[in-house]
């Protein structure tokens, strides 16, 4: 089975939490779920790397690492996923969806609300209680 190293960020601003959703997937289990921005890591790249470039790609979009979260394996039917999720805070303002077709801001209490990717499910259990 095939194995991705992906990296996800939790963007706060103004105490919420950046979700972002899906549109259509190749893979129908992963079409129209929310999740957290971020992507593959490429050879050579840190996470903090990864991160950065991807929200950029993503989200046009400037974003500050600031700890990192949570690192976890998910299997999804037709892959493996492993998750480093890290806590980010935005560096001036503006975004644009350049690969999903919504987002919201929510509080952390609040993102249980949303239908998550599997593999983020576990970040939003971290996150439920978390103040910011």
């Known amino acids: 089975m095939k194995k991705v190293e992906v990296l ?3 963007i706060i601003n103004d105490q919420k939490i950046l979700c972002v ?3 259509t997937h190749k893979y129908p289990y ?4 929310w999740e957290f921005p971020g992507g593959k890591m490429e050879a050579g790249e840190s996470q903090e790397q990864t991160i950065r470039r991807e929200i950029r790609e993503e989200l046009s979009m400037e974003i500050q690492p600031i700890k990192h979260l949570l ?4 299997h999804y039917p037709d892959f493996s996923i ?3 999720t890290w806590l ?3 560096v001036g303002e ?5 690969e999903h077709q919504a987002f919201v801001w929510l509080d952390a209490q609040d993102l249980k609300e949303l239908d ?4 983020d499910v576990a970040v939003v259990g971290v996150l439920e209680d978390a103040v910011f």
Not at 116 to 119: I, K, L, P, R
Request: glycine share 6%; aromatic share 4%; net charge negative.
């Open 8 to 10: 996800a960020a939790v």
């Open 21 to 23: 959703q899906r549109g």
């Open 30 to 33: 992963l079409t129209n779920k």
């Open 71 to 74: 690192s976890h394996t998910h």
């Open 82 to 84: 492993e998750l480093h």
């Open 88 to 90: 980010c805070a935005t």
């Open 94 to 98: 503006g975004m644009e969806l350049n």
């Open 116 to 119: 998550w990717a599997e593999a």
